[in-house]
């Protein structure tokens, strides 16, 4: 089946780092996005990783293992706007964006 | 461009009514796809389409509808709204599904079934 796995929810404090971690079983494999929610909106686009390694973005990164299956956001120098709801998709085979039930971080002073 | 835009922003439903969600894209892009959302969960792809003339079924396609007839719009039909039908649609568009091609999602819209 296809499947997607990621932490309930998580807290960390202002100006630390915080690792949100996604797990991923689909059918084919055809790249995985991280989006960002904040409460009552839309969900905006972060990151897309479709080879291993690293992506950098300013004060996030994504990473990704296909190997493993594995996918994680980091989000460095946490700001309280990073407060929202992380969402990890992945496409699969047939060109269906499946996505995981979302990380709610809260980050506190 | 105003992207993807979507209404109603809200709307309360009796059981049995039906209703349609409207959702227009002004990028030119060729997927749209229709997405529910339930309090504290993540997205359902209901149906998807990869151009004007064709639509496919997602992951929940139960108790919707869908037409492409233009590259612009892509409405939801809700034939006999369902109290399980109580959730929050998002219409996303793409260029395609290729590589990095990221999904823009609208604003979103609210339905309440009683």
């Known amino acids: 089946g296809q499947n997607i796995d990621q932490p309930t929810e998580m807290t960390a404090t202002e100006g630390a780092i915080v690792q949100i971690n996604c797990t991923y079983q689909?059918?084919?494999?055809?790249?995985l996005f991280w989006y960002q929610q904040h409460a009552g909106e839309a969900p905006t686009f972060l990151s897309y990783?479709?080879?291993?390694g690293l992506e950098e973005k300013g004060r996030f990164s994504s990473f990704l293992s296909r190997s493993k299956g594995y996918s994680y956001l980091l989000l460095k120098e946490l700001q309280m706007k990073d407060s929202a709801s992380y969402l990890c998709?992945?496409?699969?085979?047939?060109?269906?964006?499946?996505f995981g039930q979302g990380t709610e971080l809260s980050v506190k002073p | 461009n105003a992207g993807v835009t979507q209404t109603p922003k809200f709307r309360i439903l009796k059981i049995g009514q039906s209703m349609t969600l409207q959702c227009t894209q002004d990028?030119?892009?060729?997927?749209m796809y229709w997405y529910r959302q339930d309090p504290g969960m993540g997205l359902k792809l209901i149906y998807y389409?990869?151009?004007?003339?064709?639509?496919d079924k997602g992951e929940v396609p139960n108790g919707y509808n869908v037409s492409r007839s233009t590259t612009e719009d892509f409405p939801l039909r809700l034939e006999l709204a369902a109290p399980s039908q109580t959730s929050v649609y998002f219409c996303?568009?793409?260029?395609?599904?290729?590589?990095?091609?990221?999904?823009?999602f609208g604003p979103g819209t609210r339905l309440l079934v009683l």
């Open positions: 689909t059918s084919g494999f055809n790249g």
């Open positions: 990783n479709v080879l291993d």
């Open positions: 389409s990869v151009g004007a003339g064709i639509t």
């Open positions: 998709g992945a496409y699969n085979q047939g060109g269906k964006l499946i």
């Open positions: 990028m030119n892009h060729n997927y």
């Open positions: 996303a568009s793409s260029r395609g599904t290729a590589e990095k091609e990221t999904q823009y």
